[in-house]
């Protein structure tokens, strides 16, 4: 079982450059979620999808965009990479409404 | 809005010797509680969870954790520590269920031999 899978595990990105962090699970869960985990400051949600083809903005949103085009996949993409988005990236999924959450093993973005 | 506190940090303890981490959190209701363990290099696996009833949790690995009302906290515990527990800890609530969850900083354990 696979679970969530993320890619890249890691990347160097020049500012400017836009990307995209995959995350694709095999759970079938209706909820996925894009995190930002940076030093002294937990985790911070960034977007999430309550279900396919509806997305909505977490707490910190700006400088970010997802989409929901079905239910396995959800990619976050940084449109035009600043260095204060270098961060660990986590990717995580629930089926129930009770908060479980179930995480990929994250995406390290460096932005020079 | 509500929030999560974890107010260490960073905590070392001794292998065998007992464990207590700290969260507190601020929600005008009885929330659902969570702690969730990171390995490094690893994702966030959950430990325990709270919703009602029983205010002692029992969770995976050993640990368990207290809701207190009264002080608005829901530590975690473990009896005697292994050193393969040393990790990161996530302390986090959810408003209601189905809602998004809100995570503490984090308390990141040593554990010496």
């Known amino acids: 079982i696979a679970g969530i899978t993320q890619a890249p595990t890691s990347q160097i990105l020049a500012a400017g450059r836009r990307m995209t962090l995959r995350c694709t699970q095999d759970?079938?869960?209706?909820?996925m979620y894009w995190y930002r985990q940076d030093l002294g400051l937990g985790l911070r949600l960034i977007h999430y999808s309550n279900t396919a083809g509806t997305t909505g903005k977490g707490e910190v949103p700006d400088g970010y965009s997802v989409s929901r085009a079905n239910t396995d996949d959800f990619p976050l993409t940084l449109a035009s990479a600043v260095p204060s988005q270098t961060s660990v990236y986590f990717c995580?999924?629930?089926?129930?409404?009770?908060?479980?959450?179930?995480f990929g093993e994250g995406s390290r973005l460096t932005v020079l | 809005a509500q929030s999560v506190t974890q107010p260490d940090i960073h905590i070392t303890v001794s292998e065998g010797a007992s464990l207590e981490l700290r969260c507190n959190y601020s929600?005008?209701?009885?929330?659902?509680l969570f702690w969730y363990v990171q390995s490094p290099g690893q994702g966030l696996q959950l430990l325990l969870k709270?919703?009602?009833?029983?205010?002692l949790v029992q969770g995976i690995k050993g640990f368990e954790a207290e809701f207190k009302r009264s002080q608005s906290s829901f530590n975690l515990r473990k009896p005697s520590v292994h050193w393969s527990d040393a990790a990161e800890y996530f302390c986090a609530l959810q408003e209601t269920s189905g809602s998004r969850l809100t995570f503490g900083e984090g308390t990141q354990l040593t554990v010496n031999p």
């Open positions: 995580a999924s629930s089926q129930e409404r009770t908060g479980e959450l179930f």
């Open positions: 709270y919703f009602s009833g029983d205010t």
């Open positions: 759970m079938r869960h209706n909820a």
């Open positions: 929600y005008g209701a009885t929330p659902y």
